[in-house]
């Protein structure tokens, strides 16, 4: 291919993608010859596996939701690049930065994107990858009072339908933004994801938020913002922080597959699952919501959620049916069976034995000693106890 012939396909490719930033059809068409429809010849159909294999009943739903993704980061991009593949029905993404130099460890962040916003590079990259998903952008500061209203605007009315969105993802990078998501699914009841990767970028978590539920971001801060120590401070001048591709990924996988969970309904939805890489650790657990927590929203949710329970019908205690013993009427020999411990059974040490609370996958890293006892301390010590205090007197003089 001459020069000038390639130059002329850039224009062409150009101007398609000019067209598809104005919602024209007609060039998703020529790139993908392939039907919106969800059926079994649709390549685009990611999850017909699931059907396949009998763990999901009805796949096609993932087209009817929405998904909102705050922060287009290290997590955040491949979490939108996940969904999309998977074939989301809608996506709305929100970031304030730009694409940089630096960001090229975000797996599809490209260097001619240099200087773009992060939602428009990320929906350029997300429409190739799959035309049929919708994809809204929103290049601002969701911190800001103005953005923030906003913001709560699209959870309301953003979904497919003009109404409430099904999930909120946080993949951003700082308190702040983690505290203004956290207000806005609060105050507007709004089942959302939090999620977050280490400074030293080898440990990551996320964690699953139902208002009044499960404790909200604000219920157990992080020990630095507890501590009263600024965030900023922690920030070294020429290190990126959290900017492992493999931990973000790592990251984002678990995410999604939870998304995935908890959208089309199957499998056990992980309400905190952590992950240590220099351990090969994943924490798991369930966070309960703070009776004192300071955001106001969150203690009336927690009210509403107790008067809920308490309403529901208490469900009838079963009576418990004793088998009755089988009794043999002819047992000459007296013989009869019992339990028995197996051989390779081992009893813990009185020391674990003690400890409460330990979590599953947990154990003490030390094990004290159980205390010796000295006969030959002991006996001597009994001796001297039948000595009178004169003879002890007369045994001293003679030395």
């Known amino acids: 291919m001459s020069v000038s012939e390639l130059q002329e396909k850039i224009k062409v490719l150009e101007a398609e993608l000019k067209q598809l930033k104005h919602g024209d059809s007609k060039p998703r068409e020529k790139i993908a010859q392939m039907s919106s429809e969800v059926v079994d010849s649709n390549p685009y159909s990611r999850l017909m596996a699931l059907k396949r294999m009998g763990i999901v009943d009805n796949y096609e739903k993932i087209r ?83 953005n923030f209203d906003h913001f709560m605007g699209r959870i309301k009315e953003g979904s497919l339908t003009k109404g409430r969105i099904d999930l909120v993802l946080s993949c951003v990078d700082n308190y702040e933004a983690r505290m203004a998501v956290n207000r806005a699914c609060n105050e507007l009841e709004q089942t959302w994801y939090e999620s977050g990767v280490s400074e030293n970028a080898v440990s990551g978590h996320i964690q699953f938020i139902v208002p009044g539920e499960t404790a909200c971001f604000d219920c157990a801060p992080p020990l630095v913002v507890a501590s009263g120590i600024d965030e900023k ?74 008067a809920r329970e308490a309403a529901k019908p208490k469900e009838e205690k079963k009576e418990e049916v004793k088998e009755e013993e089988v009794v043999h009427e002819d047992n000459d020999w007296g013989i009869c069976l019992v339990d028995e ?5 081992s009893k813990p040490s009185p020391s674990v034995q003690n400890v409460e609370g330990l979590a599953q996958g947990i154990k003490v890293a030390y094990e004290r000693p159980a205390p010796v006892a000295d006969t030959q301390t002991d006996a001597a010590a009994t001796e001297t106890d039948s000595i009178s205090l004169d003879d002890l007197m007369a045994q001293m003089k003679s030395l």
């Open 233 to 306: 401070t922690l920030k070294k001048e020429g290190v990126c922080a959290a900017s492992l591709p493999t931990t973000m990924g790592m990251v984002a996988g678990m995410l999604v597959q939870n998304v995935l969970k908890y959208l089309l309904k199957f499998g056990k939805v992980s309400y905190y699952l952590g992950y240590n890489a220099l351990e090969d650790f994943f924490p798991t657990m369930i966070v309960r919501p703070n009776p004192q927590c300071e955001d106001n929203w969150c203690r009336k949710r927690q009210t509403e959620f107790a």
């Open 64 to 146: 009817e939701y929405t998904v909102a993704v705050v922060g287009v980061g290290g997590v955040g991009s491949v979490t939108a690049e996940m969904l999309t593949r998977c074939g989301i029905g809608k996506l709305i993404l929100f970031d304030y930065d730009k694409v940089e130099l630096a960001n090229m460890n975000r797996l599809f962040f490209q260097p001619h994107q240099a200087g773009l916003s992060k939602v428009e590079a990320a929906a350029n990259t997300l429409h190739f990858i799959n035309p049929d998903v919708v994809f809204e952008t929103h290049n601002y500061n969701i911190t800001t009072m103005e």
């Open 341 to 345: 411990p197996s051989p390779t059974e």
